[in-house]
């Protein structure tokens, strides 16, 4: 059976060394396993393959397209939310306009997020079959950042009148209705999320949602543990070492590991924190000064902040930990833990949709204090027994045999 997959991905093909989270890292582990051997063609469409990137001389727009490209004046984590919309929409036009361009019984479009993702209704309306990877469910984002879990996002999603809401709104419920409405398939992390779906929009048939656990999608940098003592972090063997890898917004909790960290009387061991991760969007310059001076609290532990690491620097740093900490509010899935697992390293993390390992409410500072302080003193004596990695099914073979399911359906 042949087939192309038009695959739309705002974050895609972007360099490692900007800090753009899940979504970047499941099109660059799909892109990547696909490049070798896949049932159908592949055609990505992402800012780079759009022309959405060339300062100087930037693609024109097809003639009757409506695209409207424009070019990328600052890196996309260092967006405020207004210009991260008019990003999305920006991009959600050019992606629409070139799947167009394709006849909906010879492809699949395959959606990489939702408020990033192509015009769901325009395609679904012109007989295009559409999967979409839910990365965040961004009403139920919303609710919790926004508006502090007051109202329940299955009450939100109650209101149609999406006329009367701003475009900044608009991308996230009535992008997110469309989307759940005229996509084939929803293929979400967790369990969890996929019930928050459902009691969201009762009217979808739960068939139509694909539980799909990412694992590990990291590309597989090999470094040893002694690279830390070698590299400019000079870490002695003696040191107790907390790692946590994230984009530094409200949202990742990091404020509440320096609060609990306080608490903590390490005796003789002498306990390093690595903080890794740049600014992102979500007011993310403001946070990291606020966790900078939160770090200068702490006179019995020394913190540091690497900035974004990647590479054989993050292999270096998971391999030398002994402890990751994921204190986020929310994660999906939790990639960065999944990562951490893969090298033996012990987790300690919120009770997110993604927590594994040591679960622990990380608001509560007294039972967070406790648990960090249980880990300390338990040292590395657990790390090699629990030297495992994640699921080993290939995520991008399930991926694309849901594909050639889709595609061997009629069209709806």
Not at 44 to 57: E, F, I, N, Y
Not at 77 to 95: G, H, P, V
Not at 157 to 170: E, G, N, Y
Not at 305 to 313: D, Y
Request: aromatic letters at 8%; glycine letters at 6%.
């Amino acid at each position: 059976m042949s087939f192309e997959v038009i695959y739309s991905a705002a974050h895609a093909e972007f360099q490692d060394a900007e800090p753009l989270g899940g979504g970047k890292a499941v099109a660059d582990y799909l892109i990547r396993e696909w490049g070798a051997a896949t049932p159908f063609a592949l055609t990505v469409l992402s800012p780079r393959a759009l022309g959405m990137l060339d300062k100087t001389h930037p693609r024109p727009s097809r003639e009757g397209t409506g695209a409207g490209l424009f070019c990328l004046q600052k890196q996309l984590a260092q967006m405020t939310e207004l210009e991260y919309a008019r990003f999305c929409r920006q991009f959600e036009r050019a992606a629409t306009a070139e799947i167009l361009r394709r006849d909906p019984r010879e492809c699949v479009v395959l959606s990489n997020d939702i408020s990033e993702g192509p015009n769901f209704a325009a395609l679904g309306e012109r007989g295009y079959r559409i999967v979409t990877i839910f990365h965040v469910d961004v009403v139920e984002y919303f609710t919790k950042f926004y508006l502090r879990n007051i109202v329940r996002p299955e009450r939100l999603t109650k209101f149609r009148r999406f006329s009367l809401l701003p475009d900044v709104l608009r991308l996230v419920f009535q992008k997110q209705y469309e989307c759940v409405r005229h996509s084939t398939r929803l293929v979400v992390p967790s369990v969890p999320m996929r019930d928050t779906i459902l009691r969201c929009y009762p009217w979808c048939q739960p068939q139509r949602i694909v539980v799909l656990p990412w694992g590990d999608v990291s590309q597989r940098v090999t470094a040893g543990r002694d690279a830390c003592a070698t590299r400019q972090f000079q870490i002695s063997d003696d040191e107790f070492v907390i790692l946590t890898l994230s984009r530094l917004s409200p949202e990742k909790g990091i404020e509440r590991l320096l609060v609990a960290l306080r608490d903590i009387r390490p005796n003789e061991r002498k306990v390093r924190v690595f903080i890794c991760g740049a600014p992102a969007y979500m007011k993310g310059q403001r946070y990291a000064q606020k966790l900078r001076r939160l770090a200068t609290k702490l006179t019995n532990i020394q913190v540091e902040f690497p900035g974004h690491v990647t590479g054989a620097e993050k292999a270096a740093l998971l391999q030398r930990a002994d402890l990751f900490v994921s204190p986020s509010r929310h994660e999906s899935y939790g990639l960065t833990i999944a990562e951490a697992e893969a090298v033996g390293c012990r987790v300690l993390s919120h009770a997110h949709y993604g927590a594994r390992g040591h679960v622990v409410d990380c608001g509560n500072r007294r039972a967070f204090a406790q648990a960090l302080a249980e880990e300390i003193i338990m040292g590395r004596t657990r790390r090699s027994a629990s030297l495992q990695k994640p699921s080993s099914s290939d995520t991008a073979q399930c991926m694309a045999q849901l594909l050639v399911e889709v595609a061997s359906a009629p069209i709806p």
